[in-house]
């Protein structure tokens, strides 16, 4: 985004935000530094300073909240796209979330796998093949299953730069990986993770985006009768995706379970502590975004659908993840409820590449390294096979 556009972010806040304080009522970040007006007027005027922007969690809540319809958050996101050109943003306690990102794109995790009329790919993102191999991987054979030549991309959205700010970087990594996948004439893109979700509505254009748990709500195999009162904590990623959040409470109540709704669920969801990298600069503000959540859990368990909210308010509160719920009611699929930590989910992540290369046959195979448009003219040692499926 260019300076004029961030400008415009912050010159629309101090115009039109008439400081009613609802969104301030509802977060600590605002409670500590003042009004979305003021700190637009602030910035102007380029008073205060430091890295503040960096302490919001870009969770959005606050557009969910305004009256007038205006977002705060993304005006936080411009400032910190400002930090970053002026040269004053690349924080060292960014330096682990950096790394992860990087590894997700390096040629040791990222592969692809574009069957031959494949229209559509499973994007499973960083997180669940690392932390739920077992789950993921009879996931991606039910999806199979489901969805006529799908493909697997095990890669990064960078949704991490987007978010510290990094906004050209972000865009250079996204429109590589979005360029493989058309020029391969991949059409749509099936996410499990939230944040994935976010990166690809908003920035993939040409490509219809769905969460898996539409496709899963859809194919109507998961009925039984659980009889268990839940409540749901929908991510901020998904927060304005009706259609998602939908999807997620009909596969709950396919399972036979009822679903309590919290005060803040859907557009008004708290974030679980972990959104926008803040929790490195100001773990206080992540704790009070955990500790609401648990209050207004109560005892009930709550469930989610992303695997970041669902360790960090696992810390605090009862939580499941829906995926386990989904696998675990499949009694063939044994060992999904096992999760794994860093560094296991590294070498896991490594495994479940090795395992299904050697068990997907045919096809356009290949890191985003071997595949992306500087390498096409490597194109002819790429391994291109072509034939029929694996068994997987
Ligand atoms: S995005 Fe979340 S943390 Fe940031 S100002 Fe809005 S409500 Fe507060
Ligand atoms: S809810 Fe909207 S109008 Fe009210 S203070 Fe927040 S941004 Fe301004």
Known sequence: MSKENNLLSVERIAQDCVSCGICVRECAFLQEYGSPKDLAEDWLAERGGGHFPFECSLCGLCHGVCPNALDPSSMFLAMRRELVEQGEGELRQHRTIRAYEKRGSSSLFSWFYLPRNCKTI???????????????????????????DLGLVFDCCTKP???????????KMFRELC??????????????CPN????FQEYGAGFRVRMIYEELAESGRFFRQETKQVTVHDPCGVRFAGKVQ?????????????VREMAHSRATSFCCGEGGSAGFLRPDFAKIWTDKRAIEAGAECVVSYCAGCTKFLGKKTST??????????????????KTSKAPFTYWNRYRLKKRLQRELQGGICGSRQELSEKNLSLEGSLTRRRGALGSG
């Open 161 to 171: 730069s987007h978010d510290l700010g990094n906004d050209a970087h972000f865009k």
């Open 179 to 192: 360029d493989i996948l058309h020029r391969y004439s991949v059409q749509e893109v099936l996410v499990a």
């Open 196 to 199: 994935c979700y976010r990166v």
């Open 246 to 258: 939908d999807s997620v409470r009909e596969l709950l109540r396919q399972l036979g379970m009822e």
């Open 320 to 337: 499941d993840h829906l995926l386990r719920l989904l696998l675990n009611s499949e009694s063939e699929m044994q060992g999904v409820a």
């Open 122 to 148: 499973f994007f499973p993102g960083c997180a669940m093949p690392g932390s739920r191999p077992q789950a993921f991987y009879h996931l991606f054979k039910l999806l199979r299953n489901l969805v006529p």
